[in-house]
């Protein structure tokens, strides 16, 4: 399968002085899904489970990319940003491991 969609890149900017703040940038790539998958795990509460995915995202990188794999916070995929939880570098591709959902007030 064929992947399109954005990777948010998280950048820290002094915003006041003294005062540091997250700035996300997105960017848009396109690549291949290697693997699909989902793992429902408790939640802290017990009412609803969490719906992890365990999905392999492969993208062919440009200099920005591999410059700044160690920023990026989410990729897009199906309408929803997912948390990255692991990128291989594998010039020219980066591969992406897929986690959670990606909150964005983190």
Excluded at 9 to 15: K, L, R
Excluded at 23 to 37: A, P
Excluded at 49 to 55: E, L, Y
């Amino acid at each position: 399968m064929k992947y399109y969609g954005s990777i948010g890149y998280a950048e820290t900017v002094e915003t006041a002085p003294g005062v540091w703040t997250e700035v996300i940038t997105e960017r848009e790539y396109c690549g291949d899904i290697l693997q699909v998958s989902r793992r429902l795990e408790n939640s802290e509460h017990g009412i609803n489970d969490n719906v992890n995915i365990q999905n392999k995202i492969s993208i062919v990188c440009d200099p920005y990319a591999l410059d700044n794999f160690m920023n990026i916070r989410y990729i897009t995929w199906l309408g929803k940003k997912w948390k990255v939880s692991d990128v291989d570098v594998e010039p020219p591709r980066l591969i992406f491991s897929l986690g959670g959902l990606y909150n964005d007030s983190e």
